[in-house]
């Protein structure tokens, strides 16, 4: 998505369209996702206007029924063969900070659930 949209600034005001449009596409006043989401009337707007919590866009996506698109959004990552040797059974709680040019593109946390 950075790819062409440039700053976090406009990758949220993406977002939030993207939730508007969603809301609309569902027939779903502000009110009626906001009830739907357990969530306020003022959280589906920040939302929509790309500034919202994660709590927030999560609750929105379960009440739409789009928790499918968090795999999209961020897909699950499982650590490297070399991790785990490093790791020797033992979960990995933090980062290093050590940045090699060989891994700085690779992102590797520990494992999330599955939505």
């Not at 999560?58 to 928790?67: E, Y």
């Amino acid at each position: 998505m950075s790819d062409y949209l440039g700053s976090p600034h406009a990758i949220v005001a993406e977002l939030g369209e993207r939730i508007r449009t969603a809301r609309l596409n569902a027939d779903l006043t502000q009110e009626e996702l906001a009830k739907k989401a357990g969530i306020s009337l003022k959280a589906v707007t920040n939302s929509e206007k790309g500034k919202s919590t994660l709590l927030s866009i999560v609750s929105i996506l379960v009440a739409l029924d789009m928790t499918d698109q968090l795999n999209s959004f961020i897909p699950r990552q499982v650590l490297s063969p070399i991790q785990l040797a490093k790791l020797q059974g033992k979960e990995r709680q933090r980062a290093t900070g050590n940045h090699s040019k060989d891994n700085s593109n690779k992102i590797s946390e520990k494992r999330t659930p599955s939505w």
